[in-house]
């Protein structure tokens, strides 16, 4: 075999190597903060809609929580609107409503959703778990009013 051969293909076989490393450290980052996405308001200015005084804004039914506080882990004091349209979303991913950067937590932890007039708490098959009242939940779990929800270190309550 020819000295320019062998150089060759030693060549190739550091490219190969090369490549699989970055594609064990894209796995990685995929799996610590999730899927790269570009950000819909860097790309282009959001249209301006007009308001329309006349619509009132969409509000909890009487009697269920519209606030989210954070009572315990490194956002405590973080108080969140709780809409009823929308999930809101626990987990490590920068996606999450609440995103908790904790080693304990999930990319996609656990999920809120308001269900026949009652906010419920789902746990998406986390490691750690997600804790009512220190009960671990494993099906959608309704969330009282001012009872601790757990999820890593983070704890947080619903409040009117």
């Not at 790269?36 to 269920?64: F, I």
């Not at 789902?122 to 804790?131: A, V």
């Amino acid at each position: 075999m020819s000295e320019l051969t062998l150089f060759v293909l030693q060549l190739a076989f550091l490219g190969l190597l090369w490549a699989f490393v970055f594609s064990i450290v894209y796995a990685l980052r995929t799996d610590l903060f999730g899927p790269a996405r570009m950000r819909s308001e860097e790309v282009s200015a959001p249209a301006q809609e007009p308001v329309n005084p006349v619509s009132p804004s969409p509000s909890p039914p009487s009697g269920t929580a519209s606030t989210l506080l954070v009572t315990g882990g490194p956002k405590e004091g973080l108080s969140l609107e709780l809409l009823p349209e929308e999930q809101f979303t626990i987990g490590r991913s920068s996606d999450s409503t609440l995103v908790i950067r904790d080693d304990n937590t999930s990319t996609h932890h656990a999920r809120l959703m308001l269900w026949n007039d009652q906010w419920m708490v789902q746990d998406l098959d986390s490691t750690n778990g997600t804790f009512v009242d220190g009960k671990r939940v494993s099906i959608p779990t309704p969330v009282p009013l001012n009872t601790p929800v757990t999820i890593g270190t983070s704890s947080f309550e619903l409040r009117r």
